[in-house]
């Protein structure tokens, strides 16, 4: 796949095509999504929150490598996560695959590749974080999602941002479950 092909799509398309890339690596690891609803939701906040950078504080309490390295919820001081999602995750991580815990720190990255920035040209960050991320899914062997759906949302849209939408519709594993 030809990293070209994301030149002009929005970041907030771009991440949600990394999203769609971990939903299709949990369907392929065979997972239960009911297991992964919290971290997908709190990951497609992104196409739809209104400062990025609010994304940003809540995702990076999320992230396996940052979570696991609390042993217990009250050695961190968490502004997001419940002590109750903090448990869950914290079980839910220890017993996925690793290749999940990089991918989400990875769609974190990219997500956060224009912060407190303005995207020039094409995004040059966020592309390279793209190819990082399509590059990570070929090597192992992940079905990359269909690019074309992602097309609508022009880079040309909110200064390269893009416009906010509801990325859960475009979910296929939360698609019914979050009302929409």
């Known amino acids: 796949m030809s990293i070209e092909q994301f030149s002009n799509i929005s970041l907030r398309g771009?991440?949600?095509y990394a999203i769609s890339c971990?939903?299709?690596?949990?369907?392929?690891?065979g997972y239960d999504?009911?297991?992964?609803?919290?971290?997908?939701?709190?990951?497609?906040?992104?196409?739809?929150?209104?400062?990025?950078?609010?994304?940003n504080e809540i995702i990076v309490e999320v992230i396996p490598e940052n979570l696991l390295e609390f042993e217990t919820y009250e050695e961190q001081k968490f502004a997001h996560l419940s002590k109750e999602e903090y448990l869950y995750l914290r079980k839910l991580y220890k017993s996925c695959d690793l290749s999940i815990h990089i991918l989400i720190r990875?769609?974190?990255?990219?997500?956060?590749?224009?912060?407190?920035?303005?995207?020039e040209g094409h995004g040059k960050n966020s592309l390279k974080c793209m190819e990082q991320i399509i590059l990570f899914m070929e090597k192992n062997q992940f079905q990359l999602p269909d690019v074309r759906l992602?097309?609508?949302?022009?880079?040309?849209?909110?200064?390269?941002?893009?416009n906010r939408?509801?990325?859960?519709?475009?979910?296929?594993?939360?698609e019914g479950k979050t009302g929409g």
């Open 14 to 16: 771009r991440v949600a």
């Open 22 to 29: 971990l939903e299709n690596m949990i369907s392929a690891l």
């Open 33 to 55: 999504i009911n297991d992964w609803e919290i971290v997908l939701n709190y990951l497609w906040t992104f196409t739809d929150i209104r400062y990025l950078d609010d994304w």
């Open 106 to 119: 990875e769609i974190f990255e990219l997500g956060i590749s224009h912060a407190y920035s303005v995207i």
């Open 150 to 162: 992602f097309l609508m949302h022009s880079f040309e849209e909110n200064r390269g941002w893009g």
């Open 165 to 174: 939408f509801n990325g859960k519709r475009i979910s296929k594993l939360l």
